[in-house]
Each structure stands twice: as structure tokens, then as C-alpha cells.
């Protein structure tokens, strides 16, 4: 039996590899097919998405809310009444975990 020479490689690598596209978009179609048919899997993947980004958004408001109370404490922390209300809400937050 004859060796493949480099010639034939080259000319059949192409071809290879455009059969294993399809073979792998066919694959993938199964796949999804089989996901649409599992009414269990729709709900369950879907519950998870939500979590997280509930999650995801809780932890993110909860972050830039922090950053802007800390930036306008160290920016406005000399004016009168910006002064005033941030000592009002420290006071009442010692005192309300003060209190539990």
C-alpha cells in the first residue's frame, strides 16, 4: 500500500475539515433538540439564570451605592449640610445596631 504523499493531504485537509463542520453543527443540533424536548431542563437552566442575576444585580447596586456614599462623604464632607445629614445617618445607624 502506497504511502499518502503531502500533495494528497493538502488537497483532502479541506475537505476534512468542512465535513467535520457539518458533523459538528449536526451535533450541536441534536443537542439543542434534545434541551427543547426536556421541558425540566428549560425550567431548571432558566431558574439558575434568574438567580444569578438577581444575585448579580443585588451585589452590584449594593456596590455602586457604597462607592457614591463613600465618594460624596469624602467630597462633600465639609458642607454644612451634606455634613449634617451624614452625622444624622451615623448616629442613627449606632444607635439602631447599638439597639439589636
Do not use: C
Not at 13 to 23: L, N
Not at 43 to 56: E, P, S, T
Request: charged fraction near 20%.
Amino acid at each position: 500500500m502506497p504511502k499518502p504523499t503531502a500533495k494528497k493531504d493538502k488537497k483532502i485537509a479541506p475537505r476534512v475539515a468542512h465535513v467535520d463542520f457539518f458533523v459538528d453543527k449536526e451535533r450541536s443540533f441534536i443537542k439543542y433538540v434534545k434541551y427543547l424536548s426536556s421541558p425540566v431542563q428549560i425550567m431548571w437552566r432558566n431558574f439558575l439564570v434568574g438567580a444569578f442575576q438577581g444575585i448579580g444585580f443585588t451585589l452590584g447596586t449594593a456596590l455602586l451605592l457604597a462607592l457614591i456614599g463613600f465618594i460624596t462623604t469624602k467630597v462633600l464632607g465639609n458642607v454644612p449640610f451634606f455634613s449634617d445629614f451624614s452625622d444624622a445617618i451615623r448616629i442613627w445607624l449606632e444607635n439602631t445596631l447599638a439597639s439589636q
